[in-house]
RNA sequence: GCUGCUGUAGCUCAGUGGUAGAGCGCACCCUUGGUAAGGGUGAGGCCGGGAGUUCAAUCCUCCCCAGCAGCACCA
């Protein structure tokens, strides 16, 4: 007689299931919905194929469609499967290597015959279409166990010599598993997957581009080519994903910096800003505003220097880990050739080095060890518009978003013990504050300990553990904040917690985080003077909200497609005449406008109204004044406020009072 | 930094082995017009930088630089 299998639901309930019988089973015992909705299974917490027997007693949950993480990750594994296929089917001869998920899809490395060019867009459709036959064949997706041996032999004979150079490196003992789809192709894959081709929709795909990629990502090695495809769950998915694609690049922060004369860059200084007048005004907007919160929380601001001895670097451990990114300048004097012009300077052998800041702690804390500190004075919290630059990889630069020379709103708390939690739970509200004055939903996550670390499990127990006491008396550590905890992701000094921001049409940006470091405060010998008459380490909070002015600047104009709040714009209203009779009240109303500080121009020019309507709308202004003859009569003003189609007539002192209160920064309003 | 692609007027982009074009923008003229493009005329280019091939290179080859898309990286 067989022991019957055990096998947990989520609900508490269990089944007994005859061996061999497979989580499909269960599904089909439970009912025929979940029978048909059922995609995978997760046995013991492993994500498992649905008809994959259990191997003994098991905590199972099956997934289906709606475990959306789950099912998207299955499917886009599969496309990227079908695409190997599919390009083997239309092109004998290719080789196939890799072809793993993506956040919104999946690739496939692929090496084409001799006998033909690399694969290019061209080819794209051709792929597609063969991948809808093999979706619509609705091929079982078959997993067996094999031998490396007979893996080695497999990919021998068929020539697949990448695959089989993989295979010789695979341990000899592990379960080595291939799928096959249908009874013609197979691949090595330890998978899981859906249990057919069928299970995916075939027009939930797309095939996107092809990029160069080498053997495992040594150029030495044999070029292959990337196919890649984005793939979902069903149509709608995929539509969606497009129109976010199209509506991104609509938002492009550096298509519409140009349009909006913001800032540009140039290859004299990449990676390194130049800001415009109009884009000057709203990093001007925001400094203000944070300058306000930061007053508020009881920070005080200082200064520190772009230059520091090399040896300062060496000691706070930053030149050890990271003087590769650094940028140092020798301390001397250049001698230059009396030839003037094209001479090169030289650097002596013995010549002193300083580094331009690539963060500010290091200065806080010797700002922090100046004279002696009581625990009285704690905590200190020293705030800086901190210029820092990194020598960024350049593969790495993009717009505003990734810069070599930034500034951060940067900012660190010298604490006792005591006061982590209370000053990590004060931040929290600080920077729920900010996000929320921008319309932004957030989620804060913690990152923990990464495997390299210092310090031992104790100390990391004890500063995660306070970061998450912080966030529950925050009242944050919830659903509505988008709690989580993040294995590994934490720095090698500290955890962190990190927030994350999602904008208008769905996307997520880490900018704020608040991090606890005992290790700083060690290096450079930070101390303060207890109660008990000794010296003790203060704990160095470092924190930020906006990340850097560069980047959250980007992320606002991405958020707001450019067309920013009042408070921010960096022209507010412009006072737009239709006849040139109406140039003087245009005058008048601009003059007062100007008094009531709002930013204002006029648009006196020799265009007709239509003109003037498309090119300050086309401009994201806010609010356009129109004057003609009536309302220079009357003393009124045709107000047309962005995305409005209707206009309204007011009085221009009403119109002032209206646009100054839009114009006031959220933290002003009452 | 790696791979692929790109670099022509302020912007968006055509184009050719015999040194160049459009639209928008800009300037000037006409037009004073009521809510998303009125008409005309004109100016504006070391065709990313360097080397090579050629009688001749913006175009072909090589090197460099930058940008874009991915990857890797992001204290």
Known sequence: MTELLKISLPDGSVREMEEGSTPADVAAAIGPGLAKAAIAARVDG???????????????????????EDALELARHDFAHVLAEAVQSLFPGTQITFGPATDDG?????????????????????????????????????????????????????????????AKELPEHEELTVYWSGEDWLDMCRGPHLASTGKLDPQAFKLMRVAGAYWRGD????????????GWLNKKQLNQHLVRLEEAAKRDHRKLGREMDLFHLQEEAHGSVFWHPKGYRIWRELEAYMRRKMDGGGYREIKTPQLMDVRQWEQSGHWGKYAENMFAVPDMVPEVDDSGAGAHPSVAKDADWMAIKPMNCPAHVLVFKQGITSYRDLPIRLGEMGCCHRNEPHGALHGLMRVRQFTQDDAHIFCTEGQVVEEVRAFCKLAEGVYRDFGFTFAIKLALRPEKRLGSDADWDKAEQELRDAVAEAGMMNEEFGWEELEGEGAFYAPKL????????????????????????????????????????????????????????GILIEHYAGRLPSWLAPVQAVVATIVSDADDY????????????????????????NY????????????????????????TVAVRTLGEKEQKVMSLDEAIVMLREEATPPDLRN
């Open 498 to 553: 990190e927030w994350h921001l999602t904008d208008a049409i769905g996307r997520t940006w880490q900018v704020g985080t608040i991090q606890g470091d005992r290790v700083l405060p060690d290096r450079l010998d930070a101390t303060y003077v207890g109660e008990d008459g000794e010296k003790h380490r203060p704990v160095m909070l470092h924190r930020a909200i906006f990340g850097s002015y560069e980047r959250f600047i």
């Open 219 to 230: 150029q030495k090695n044999a070029q292959l080519t990337r196919i890649y495809g984005t």
């Open 46 to 68: 492993e994500l498992r194929d649905i008809n994959r027997p259990f191997e003994g007693d098991a905590e199972l949950a099956l997934v289906t469609a709606r475990d959306e």
């Open 106 to 166: 999946f690739y496939y490395d692929v090496k084409a015959p001799e006998t033909r060019e690399p694969f290019s867009m061209d080819d794209l459709p051709a792929i597609e279409e063969e991948m809808r036959r093999i979706i619509k064949a609705d091929k079982p997706l078959k997993r067996e166990v094999w031998s490396r041996q007979q893996l080695i032999e497999k990919w021998e004979a068929e020539g697949e010599v990448f695959k089989a150079e993989w």
């Open 612 to 635: 003037k309507v498309r090119e300050h709308s086309l401009a994201k202004v806010p609010h356009l004044l129109v004057v003609g003859k009536r309302e220079a009569e009357e003393g």
């Open 586 to 609: 245009a005058g008048e109303a601009v003059g007062k406008l100007k008094a009531a500080g709002i930013r204002v121009e006029s648009d006196l020019r020799n265009e007709k109204i």
